[in-house]
């Protein structure tokens, strides 16, 4: 089988690019090895910027479906101390240009999007290779090939799309998270939803955080952070959650409780998510044929700006792709320098807001940060 565009993955930034060629009239098949659209939760909250996110939504023509989306009053921000005292309170007075949505809403609308059939779902890309003369091969797990004259990468932090180009691979950033949600918390967690405020709250220490924010339904979505090597988290049997939570919780002893609760009273098993990153700088010389974006082409600690990254990624491709028809080499010459320069500047900003936020400072530094003077 053979398409002329390809795209593997079906996250934010592919589906972009798969809507913004379907505007322009150019067709692309999305592979993604998720079983549907509905296979796995999302993520939780992002907040969509005016110099990327949404210019990108606004080249997918989707903007009025993305304002419907939005959940006000989210932008609230408040830094805590770790015996509770409120640092920061920075409400939400309608006048923040980083309005957020639930991811999993936004993947939603842009799946919608697209004709049926763009995304083929069950699709686990296990190879790639080069043909020659700019055309490649995908292959996937049950053995069916396809190949390709643009084969787009949008396939995330474990790329297999990305050894075509680069040999760099993904480094622990020395930071974890570990996730869990508390449902219905206005009456069922009283505590925990005060704590947190309307939109976003970070309780910080060198080394340590507890951070929360309010979803959609009453939902709080908690990322416990632990700068920690691997082995350690390796000593954890995730696959027992209590015994998890209450490991976890220790390296919590003496914070206020109702910081505490937001880990021990959690309605979900605990999930473990290392964090990894790309070299700041990770580029690579132009393959005919092959490209990446979003995550699969920069991945960096987390800052806010991947998703929308990966969004902008996928529209600027397109917008290039569009306005050289026909002529992949072109567009993708003119797509890969300046995402590069882009994205090098945001993985600085990306590793500089994790040192900030557990390194020696916290939580003074995150709130310099927030209120310009840092």
Sequence with gaps: MHTPVTIVGAGLGGLTL???LHVHGIPAVVYEAEPSPSARTQGGMLDIHDHNGRPALAAAGLLDEFRALILPGREANRVLATDGTVLLDQPDDGTGNRPEVQRGELRRILVDSLPAGTVRWGHKVTATRGLGGGRHEVTFADGATV?????????????????????AVPEYTGVSYVEA????????????AKVVGEGAMA??????GIAAHRESGGTLHTYLALVRPLDWFAGIDFTDPAAATARIAAEFDGWAPELTTLITAA?????FRPLYTLPETHRWDHVPGVTLLGDAAHLMPPSGEGANLAMYDGAELGRALAAHPGDFETAVAEYEPAMFTRSAAEAADAVLQQEVMYGATAPHGLIGMLTGQG
């Design 203 to 208: 309780a910080l220490a060198p080394g340590t």
């Design 147 to 167: 190949t390709t004259d643009l084969l787009v990468g949008a396939d995330g932090a474990w790329s297999r799309v990305r050894p075509l180009l680069s040999a």
């Design 181 to 192: 949600y508390l449902f219905a918390a206005d009456t069922r967690h009283p505590v925990a």
């Design 267 to 271: 309605d979900s098993a605990p999930v």
């Design 18 to 20: 798969a809507r913004v």
